[in-house]
C-alpha cells in the first residue's frame, strides 16, 4: 500500500480520531510502506537483518505496527528477529487496571471500554456498616451502627471518594466520556484537584500511548517523533540498545583482530615493535571514532507511559514555560564529537506528558500571557513541537517535529483567576467544555453525615498512620463541620482544612499510643490547629488587652465595638470612633482605616440616613470616621455599616454607647439590618474581648453555632432595625427614647416584620 507521507510530516495520527489499531504510527521513512496495514508482514527473511543504522525509526514502526487486537498476535517479531513482548492488548487492558489499581469496581473497566459512563454519575452511598434509615436529629452518624471508621469500606474510585460537589462531579463524569476541558471555580480545598486526578481514572487506558525522539540524518535540529502503544517504547529503546552493544561487540572483536594482525606483522615481518605500536594506536582511534555515533541512534523515549495504571494526570500549577511546554537542553559542546545529539537532549513538557490523560493547571491566570497562549495551541492543535526555552541555548536552534498533546485540560482557581485569564483560553474553554462553581456548604442531611464519616475513615486510610476515629470523636469533627460551614443546617465542604483537623487529631492520638483517636483528640486538636489568621486575632485581641484599647465596659460618646473576621474562621473586635466638627468648607464624610471599596459605599449608605436624622445642618459639618487599627489589611465588605451608623448619632447627640456590648450587621438606607457573613465567629470575638452582649442581624440568628465556651460568656441580641440597635446600645433612657422614635419616624422598614433573610454577604468584615 503506498504512502505519500514525506519523512517530515507531521507524524502522529490525529489525535482526535486514533487508528483502530490505537498505534498511529505514520510511514517517516516516505518509502511507500504503510506498515499499519501490514497486518500479514512476515518476519524478516533470515532473522539477522541489522537495525538501520541511520536510527531511522521506520524499523521500530513496522515492529510495532502489527495490528495489536490480533489475538493471535501475542509476541511481535521485529524485521531484525528482535522477539518484543507484545504488552497488554485491548483485551488484556481491563484486567490490567483491575491488577494494577486492586479495583474491584467493574465501573472502571466499564468506563474504559466505552460503557455508560453516565450511570455511574449517581453518588456513592457509605457501606460497609449497618444503617438506621430514620435517624433522629441530633445522631451525628446520620443513623451509621459504627464503633470506629475501621468499619466502613472507602470506594476504590476516586470519584466516589467526592462527598457533596454532585454538580462537578457529575460534570467530570460527562466531561471524561466526551473528553471536554473544564473549569473549576471554588474556595481553596474543595476537592478541585481531587476532581482532575478522579477523570484522570475514568479516562480509557487503552488509547495511552510512548512518545520516542530519534535522531534526524537529514537535520539534526528537527529530531524526528514517533508515537507507539504505550509500554512499546521501552521495549524500542531497550532494543535498540542492545542492538548498538551488539554492534559495539561486534567492532571491538574486529578491532583487536586487526590490531592483533598488525602488530604481529610489524614485530614478525618488519621486526619494528614501535612502528606496530603506532599502527595499533591509529587503529584504535579510527575504530573509536567509529563507534562514536552509534549511541546517537538510540531514541530518546520522551514520555513512557508503560507503567501507568490510569492516564496520566499533570498538575502544572505554577509550572515555567519549560516544565509546561517541554525544553531542549543547552549542549556546551556543540560540535567536534563530543557533541550530544539534539533529539537526547529533548525533555517533555507537562502538556505532552499529559497526553491522552488530565492536564490540572490551578490558580491559571498566573501563567504569563506566553505561556497561556501556547498551551491555547497545543490545545487547538492537538500537537506540539518542543524548543528549547532559553533563547541563548543551542537548544534554542532545535525544534522536534510536533509531539501529541491530546489531553483534557482542567483549569482551577478563584473567581479572580478567571478574570485574569487570557480571554482566548477562556472562550475556548467556554466553548468546547463545561464550567463549574464549587460549592462552600452542603445540606446537613443523614446521608451527607454518613458521607462526612466516610470522609473520616478516607482520610485516615490515605494517610496510613493514623488510628482510627472512635464514634465520639467522629461527631466532634462532624460538629466543627457544622460550625465552619457558618450557615445552619449546612455542612462546610473545605475539605482540606477539615481534613487538617482529622490529622492533626490522630497525630496526637498516636503520640500516646492511643488505640483509637478520641473526641478528646479532636477537641485537643482543634486548640492546635488554629490557623496562621486564628493565631493572628487572638494575639491581636491580647495586645489591645495590654495597651487598654479594648473597652468592654462603662459609656463612651461615639466609640462602638464593632467586629471583623480574618481569614475564613476567625473574628476580631474591631472599634470604630467617630467625631463631628464644623467644616471650614462644604462638609464631607471621611472615613479612615484603609477602607475598601465596599466599606466606602456602606459608609456613603449610612451617611444617607444620617443625613437624614440630624437636627443639626449636616452640610457644615465634617464627619470622620475611624476604623480604629484596622492594620494593613484594611476593612472590606459592610458589615460595619450599623457600627458606623451608632457611632456617628452618638457623636452627633454625644450620647455615650455602651462598651459591653459589641455589634455587626449590615444596613440599608432605610435602616434595615441585613445578614453578614462571619457572625460565629465574631460572637466568639466579642466574648474573647470581654463584651457580655453583641448585636447581631436576625436574618444570621440561624447561623450561629458557637463553642460551648462562649455561650454562658455573651448575650447574643437579634436585631432587625438600626432603631433597635439605638436602643440597645445608647445610654440614658429619656435621650435614648426620643432618638430612637425619631429615628423609627425618618426611616420605617422597608422590610416587612421579622427582619430579612437572604445570602450572608459575601465579604463579611
Ligand atoms: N469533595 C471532597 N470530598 C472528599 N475529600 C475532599 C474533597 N475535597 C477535598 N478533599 C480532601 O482535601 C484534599 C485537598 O483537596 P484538593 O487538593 O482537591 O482541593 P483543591 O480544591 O484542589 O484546593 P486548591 O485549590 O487549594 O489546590 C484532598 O486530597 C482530599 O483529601
Known sequence: MSNEKDANDPPTEDPEEPDESGVGTPDPTGNGEDARDDGARAPADDGVDEPDDTGDPASDEEAVADDPTDPDNSDEVWDDGIVVDD???????????EEATGA????????????????????????????????DEDDLLGGLKIDTTAELEIPDRLVDQVIGQEHARDVIIKAAKQRRHVMMIGSPGTGKSMLAKAMSELLPKEELQDVLVYHNPDDG??????????????????????????????????????????????LIIVGQILVGIIAAGVVYLVFRYLNRGSDAMIPNLLVNNGDTKTAPFRDATGAHAG??????RHDPFQSGGMETPSHDRVEAGAIHKANKGVLFIDEINTLDIRSQQHLMTAIQEGEFSITGQSERSSGA??????????????????????????????????????????????????????????????EVAKDGRLP?????????????????????GHLTLLFRNLGGLVRVAGDIARGEDAELTTREHVLQAKGRSRSIEQQLADDFIERRKDYE??????????????????????GIMLPVMAEVAPSQGPGEVIATGQLKEMAQESVSNVSAIIKKFSDENISEMDIHIQFVQAGQQGVDGDSASITVATAVISALENVGVDQSLAMTGSLSVR???????????????????????????QANEQDVMIEDEYKDMIEVIPVSHISEVLDIALEGEAEKDSLVSRLKSITGSALKEGGVSGPSSPSPQ
Request: charged share 30%.
Open 323 to 328: 516544565a509546561l511546554l517541554g525544553d531542549v
Open 104 to 135: 474491584t469496581s467493574e465501573g472502571v473497566t466499564e468506563a474504559n471500554e466505552g460503557g455508560d459512563i453516565d450511570e455511574l454519575g449517581s453518588s456513592v452511598e457509605v457501606e460497609g456498616a449497618d444503617i438506621d434509615e430514620d435517624p
Open 468 to 488: 482510627e476515629f472512635s464514634a465520639d470523636a467522629i461527631e466532634e469533627v462532624i460538629l466543627e463541620a457544622k460550625r465552619r460551614s457558618g450557615r445552619k
Open 549 to 570: 484599647l479594648q473597652v468592654s465596659d462603662g459609656y463612651v460618646v461615639g466609640r462602638v465595638n464593632g467586629l471583623a473576621v480574618m481569614g475564613e474562621d476567625s
Open 397 to 458: 536552534m532545535v525544534q522536534t517535529e510536533p509531539v501529541p498533546t491530546d489531553f483534557v485540560m482542567i483549569a482551577a482557581g478563584n473567581l479572580d483567576a478567571m478574570e485574569n485569564m487570557h480571554p482566548a483560553l477562556r472562550s475556548r474553554i467556554k466553548g468546547y467544555g463545561y464550567e463549574v462553581y464549587m460549592e462552600d456548604t452542603i445540606e446537613d442531611t443523614p446521608e451527607m453525615r454518613r458521607k462526612y464519616v466516610r470522609f473520616i475513615a478516607q
Open 87 to 97: 504488552g497488554p492488548g485491548p483485551d488484556d487492558a481491563g484486567a490490567g487496571r
Open 671 to 697: 435602616g434595615d439590618v441585613l445578614p453578614v457573613g462571619g457572625v460565629t465567629h465574631k460572637i466568639e470575638a466579642a466574648a474573647k474581648a470581654g463584651c457580655t452582649r453583641v448585636i447581631i442581624p
Open 221 to 266: 535540529n528537527k529530531p524526528k517523533v514517533r508515537t507507539v502503544p504505550a509500554g512499546k517504547g521501552d521495549q524500542i529503546v531497550d532494543a535498540h540498545r542492545e542492538e548498538a552493544r551488539k554492534r559495539n561487540q561486534m567492532r571491538s572483536l574486529l578491532m583487536w583482530i586487526i590490531i592483533a594482525v598488525v602488530l604481529g606483522y610489524a
